[in-house]
Structure formats: structure tokens, C-alpha cells
């Protein structure tokens, strides 16, 4: 089984609908984090998560939130989706030990299309 | 403040060609570098770091040396494969910053046989 999941894969939606992503990681790691992926515009980072109860606005958080509701578990939510978050959603997670560099796995992104 | 530059796409090789992708960086630590590969439809995975200036990391035929004195982490590999082609994000982390990676826009390889 993959260490990192998420879900869904794929959705279609449309414009106003509110929409959650959920990701799930059984590596046990404290961190976790969510991407957006644009073409040309490589990986830029929502929101990241230290732990439970420590969570991060990252560079693009406008029209996003998110939930940790528990170690393993990471939802990102769009409240009212719009067209331009029609991207690749990529959820990560690491172990925030000095030892590992902040080396992050992957999960298999979640392709959000907005209409 | 941090960041990644690396050289944009399309590269296009033959199979066997040696391949190159540039990258610099910016940071005001001592950050740790890495190379990171998606394949068509997955996610991404590390394909190498560096925690170090001077280490080499290295993967299937793929290296990548950490240059201080030229902020630089260009991956190279001296024989590349169909199986290669794929999108290849250079990245970034630096523990005084306490956030996650910074990632480059990603160099898509394709090669053909």
C-alpha cells in the first residue's frame, strides 16, 4: 500500500461548489503539506502542518483552508471553487528531523478541474 | 529570500544523448538540495540530495554535485533513456527557514529512440 494516499484522484466540479480534499499518510510522519501544480509554474506551496495543532498559511492560501484532523490525515478545502484552481493538487509529508533534511514524500495528486 | 532557477523545457534528447538540466539557487542558510522526478500521471520522488556543499548525490546514472561557491545543483546523467522522460523539479530546504521545500518550475525531458 502507498504511504502516502489521497482522494480522489480525479474531480470534476463546478464554479460556487465546495469541494475536500483528504490525504492520509501511515509513514508517521508529524509534517504534512499541500501543493498546487500549474504548468510552467512547477509546485507552490497552500498550507503545511507541523503538527495537530500547528498549521501554516504557505504562499498561495487565498481561497483555501485546511483541516489536520489527526496525525496521519490532511484535508484541504475550497469553500466556493473558482476556474483558476483548475490544477494538480499534491499533498506531502516529512519528518521534520534534522537528520532527514526535510526530505518530502509524495502522494499521487489529486486533478481538480473547475467549470 | 529562497529560491530555485532552473532551466526551462522542453529538452528534447536520443536515446544515449548525455543529458543536462541546470540549476541555481538562492538562500540565505545553508540549505540541502534536491532533485526531484514525476513520470507521466504519478506523483513526485526523489530521485537525489545533497545536505552538503561539495556532496554528490547520485540515483540510477543520475548525479548532481553541491556548489557553493556557484549556488548550483545541475543534474546530469551521460546516457539517458526512453524511461527518463519525465518532468524533473530541482528543490530547495533550509532548515532557518522552517517551511517546506522550494521547488523550481520543473525542465519536462523527452527522449526518444
Known amino acids: 500500500d502507498a504511504d502516502v494516499t489521497q482522494t480522489p484522484r480525479n474531480r470534476i466540479t463546478k464554479t460556487g461548489k465546495r469541494i475536500m480534499l483528504e490525504c492520509s499518510q501511515t509513514?508517521?510522519?508529524?509534517?504534512m503539506y499541500w501543493y498546487r501544480q500549474d504548468p510552467g509554474l512547477g509546485l507552490r506551496l497552500i498550507y503545511y502542518?507541523?503538527?495537530?495543532?500547528?498549521?501554516n498559511k504557505g504562499e498561495i492560501s487565498d481561497g483555501y483552508s485546511v483541516s489536520r484532523q489527526a496525525q496521519a490525515k490532511f484535508s484541504l478545502s475550497l469553500e466556493s471553487a473558482i476556474p483558476n484552481q483548475t490544477a494538480l493538487y499534491f499533498c506531502?509529508?516529512?519528518?521534520?528531523?534534522?537528520?532527514?533534511?526535510?526530505?518530502?514524500?509524495f502522494g499521487p495528486g489529486t486533478r481538480l478541474t473547475v467549470l | 529570500g529562497n529560491s530555485v532557477t532552473q532551466m526551462e523545457g522542453p529538452v528534447t534528447l536520443s536515446e544515449e544523448a548525455f543529458l543536462t538540466i541546470n540549476c541555481t539557487y538562492t538562500?540565505?542558510?545553508?540549505?540541502?538540495l534536491f532533485w526531484y522526478v514525476q513520470y507521466p500521471g504519478e506523483g513526485l520522488q526523489l530521485l537525489l540530495k545533497?545536505?552538503?556543499?561539495?556532496d554528490k548525490g547520485s540515483n540510477k546514472g543520475f548525479e548532481a554535485t553541491y556548489r557553493k561557491e556557484t549556488t548550483s545543483f545541475h543534474l546530469e546523467k551521460g546516457s539517458v533513456q526512453v524511461s527518463d522522460s519525465a518532468v524533473y523539479f530541482c528543490?530547495?530546504?533550509?532548515?532557518?527557514?522552517?517551511?517546506?521545500?522550494?521547488f523550481g518550475k520543473g525542465t519536462t525531458l523527452s527522449v526518444s529512440s
Open positions: 509513514k508517521g510522519h508529524d509534517r
Open positions: 538562500a540565505t542558510g545553508y540549505p540541502s
Open positions: 528543490a530547495l530546504s533550509d532548515p532557518q527557514a522552517g517551511t517546506a521545500l522550494i
Open positions: 502542518s507541523f503538527d495537530v495543532k500547528d498549521i
Open positions: 506531502a509529508t516529512s519528518d521534520g528531523t534534522w537528520s532527514s533534511y526535510n526530505e518530502q514524500f
Open positions: 545533497a545536505t552538503k556543499a561539495d
